[in-house]
């Protein structure tokens, strides 16, 4: 009974890879975020996706494409990763005017 | 100068203190604030939302809020072990799906037994 989940839990890849992290909300939500915290916890806003449609769209370079098959799904791809790119990323949903709720996070490590 | 200001701390009092957490902001157009408990390793949870000025309180938790101070706390009371986590406050201009969210760093907190 998950409400959103994220996979993998833990990703280690070489510098230059591609590699995609899912997200998946059970709540009915129709609003769903990626987010990035970095080693200082500082957690920032990446994208923002209402029904399907992209609505936020923070500076991020064009590496980072999100995806959002339908309305419980928000994937994002990484493209040439960089040592830069190591951090949590967290997945989050909310529904209109509501709190959002987060996933348990992505660690990602780019060696 | 970042949007949202919090003390990374690290805090640490005993079991049973008064804690007291706070962020400063420059924005003065963020009506919602909230504060979020990360524990280690896992995802930001939602413990207190606030809209406009003023106090909320839940158990233990009181959050404060004052607009024109651009100054919001949160207050825990009788602290306990498992208090121990990093607290998030974070604020937006508008609802969840038309104004995005701006964090704090986040204040970790220890409480000892």
């Known amino acids: 009974d998950t409400a959103v989940s994220q996979t993998p839990k833990y990703l280690v890849t070489q510098m230059g890879n591609d590699k995609s992290i899912k997200c998946e909300q059970n709540l009915g939500h129709d609003t769903m975020y990626w987010y990035k915290q970095d080693s200082k916890k500082f957690l920032k806003i990446m994208f923002s996706y209402n029904n399907k449609e992209l609505i936020i769209n923070e500076t991020v370079p064009n590496r980072f494409s999100p995806k959002s098959p339908d309305k419980a799904h928000l994937n994002l791809h990484i493209n040439s990763l960089e040592l830069g790119d190591s951090a949590v990323y967290f997945c989050?949903?909310?529904?209109?005017?509501?709190?959002?709720?987060f996933g348990p996070g992505t660690r990602l490590t780019v060696l | 100068q970042k949007e949202v200001e919090q003390d990374p701390g690290p805090l640490s009092v005993p079991e049973g203190a008064i804690v007291s957490l706070n962020c400063t902001y420059s924005?003065?157009?963020?009506?919602?604030f909230m504060w979020y408990r990360q524990y280690s390793r896992k995802g930001p949870e939602l413990l207190m939302y606030?809209?406009?000025?003023g106090n909320k309180e839940d158990g233990r938790f009181t959050a404060q809020v004052d607009k024109s101070s651009k100054y919001i706390s949160l207050f825990i009371r009788d602290s306990q072990p498992s208090d121990s986590a990093t607290y998030l406050c974070a604020m937006s201009e508008g609802s969840s799906n038309t104004g995005k969210l701006i964090f704090g760093q986040g204040t970790t907190l220890q409480v000892k037994p």
């Open positions: 989050a949903s909310s529904q209109a005017g509501g709190t959002e709720y």
């Open positions: 606030t809209y406009s000025s």
């Open positions: 924005n003065s157009a963020f009506q919602y």
